[in-house]
């Protein structure tokens, strides 16, 4: 570590921010017993954020260079779709199912995999997408999932809020992500209330999703306005966002 940040031009080995991301995991939502991807998922990408968003330089392995690496990590849902695996499979590594599919598994795991959709969803619904995702997911803390197809429900549900729109569909046709009624009914209530209360989709032709100030608060009810992250669009840097996310739960805490 210090060999290669003690450079002129100074490089930073990535499993340090990989490690010490975990320390920022408190979405019990998203994770539940028998199903740990999403967190191994955070750690994976707040790598590539946090890097990025401080500016710095990550050491290239031997075989390959940090653009291949990062090349390589947005191809894999499409390595995922191109095959005949699904969400059972892939995500859960149910052992029946691998042998009944006959294919051989794919070559990373699902954290891997869901870093892969977190990164297409930003790709798609811009830089903003990542910070409303995560205060979704904040205000689910108190609703820790019973299973694995419940943290999975709640993943998809924390991307529809985030895109403004209902990707339940995208999920399982294109992702072969199992969704239940149960979640695309919540996914359904949650976005009408969020444009029935603030009317925030207002896409440009890239896709991107506008979100007027006080759309955490329309996603719980339960939640006032002052203590919604305030932002008029939520453009904030990584290191802005998790300074909105400390002030929302020290609010929360005094309520």
Not at 113 to 126: A, F, K
Not at 188 to 197: A, D, I, P, S
Not at 236 to 248: D, M
Request: charged share 25%.
């Amino acid at each position: 570590l210090y060999e290669g940040a003690s450079q002129e031009m100074p490089l930073y080995d990535q499993t340090l921010f990989y490690e010490l991301g975990r320390n920022f995991w408190r979405y019990p939502a998203l994770a539940s017993k028998g199903y740990e991807g999403f967190t191994t998922a955070f750690a994976i990408l707040m790598r590539f954020k946090a890097m990025e968003s401080l500016g710095i330089q990550e050491i290239p392995t031997d075989t390959e260079t940090v653009e291949e690496i990062l090349k390589r990590f947005q191809g894999m849902v499409d390595v995922y779709a191109d095959s005949r695996h699904t969400w059972e499979t892939a995500v859960l590594r149910d052992e029946k199912a691998i042998a009944r599919l006959g294919e051989p598994e794919l070559p990373f795991g699902c954290g891997d995999l869901q870093t892969s959709m977190m990164m297409r969803l930003i790709d798609e619904y811009g830089e903003e997408f990542l910070p409303r995702f995560f205060s979704y997911a904040n205000l689910l803390e108190k609703a820790p999932a019973r299973s694995p197809q419940i943290a999975a429900d709640n993943f998809v549900l924390c991307c529809s809020c985030a895109a403004g729109t209902d990707l339940s569909d995208r999920f399982e046709n294109d992702w072969r992500w199992r969704v239940t009624q149960r979640g695309r009914r919540n996914i359904n209530t949650q976005l009408q209330r969020l444009r029935r209360r603030y009317r925030p989709c207002q896409r440009s032709g890239a896709g991107r999703v506008e979100f007027r100030q006080g759309f955490a608060s329309a996603f719980d009810p339960r939640i006032s306005e002052v203590s919604a992250p305030e932002a008029v669009h939520f453009r904030l840097s990584l290191g802005e966002a998790f300074c909105a996310t400390k002030q929302h739960h020290q609010r929360r805490r005094l309520m």
